[in-house]
């Protein structure tokens, strides 16, 4: 309860494995020193490879997903699109319009068979399935409904950071169901920060009600 607000931010990242020394570029090596990406890992085979969904990654920090991305690239095989604070807006508008395109592959789901130069052509110029973006740059005017899936690779301690990311996927346009995954270190920092979420989402729920009872 006395930790300071650096410090929070120093356990959080190290629970992604953030700092720590990575022994090889194995999946076995990034898996060892985080639980989070092997989480990760399960989940992005799941949600991609076998539910043919499209899935965002958010974390706070671009350490994090300086970790997560060469993991996901190299280790499952799996190509990123990214957004972070380090782009300006109109990079990160043209992320967005990219990433919500169709994939390459939705004709095969489909049923239809493209021409190999279309589909070479379309794996070039189209998205990929997963797309890696901080929280801030989430947070204000992107709408990413071609994503049907959302992982919170850690928590923030304002409450209204995590759901104004995730919302990015409901939005306007959206046909699937979108399920939200945060995950957490069990009995580590993770867990305070997200007990300290509690008390501010009834506050802002109340808030909401009393407005709209003024309102009325």
Request: with cysteine; aromatic share 4%; net charge positive.
């Amino acid at each position: 309860n006395c930790l300071s607000a650096p410090l929070v931010q120093k356990l959080q990242r190290l629970c992604g494995g953030v700092g720590l020394p990575l022994p090889g570029v194995t999946r076995t090596d990034y898996e060892q020193i985080s639980g989070k990406l092997a989480a990760l890992g399960t989940l992005l085979e799941r949600f991609v490879r076998r539910e043919d969904r499209r899935v965002v990654v958010f974390s706070q920090w671009t350490d994090q997903l300086d970790l997560a991305q060469p993991y996901i690239e190299q280790c499952l095989g799996m190509p990123v699109d990214r957004s972070d604070g380090k782009q300006s807006q109109a990079d990160k508008a043209n992320v967005a319009e990219r990433w919500n395109k169709p994939c390459p592959m939705d004709s095969e789901r489909k049923g239809q068979r493209p021409k190999q130069k279309q589909k070479q052509k379309a794996k070039q110029s189209l998205p990929k399935e997963v797309l890696l973006l901080t929280v801030k740059a989430g947070s204000v005017g992107l709408t990413l409904n071609a994503a049907s899936a959302c992982v919170l690779m850690d928590t923030s301690w304002n409450p209204a950071d995590d759901l104004q990311a995730a919302s990015r996927c409901h939005r306007i346009g959206q046909t699937r169901d979108v399920e939200v995954v945060r995950l957490l270190v069990r009995n580590s920092v993770d867990d305070m920060v997200l007990q300290r979420q509690v008390p501010k989402r009834i506050y802002a729920k109340k808030a909401q009600r009393d407005a709209g009872d003024d309102n009325a």
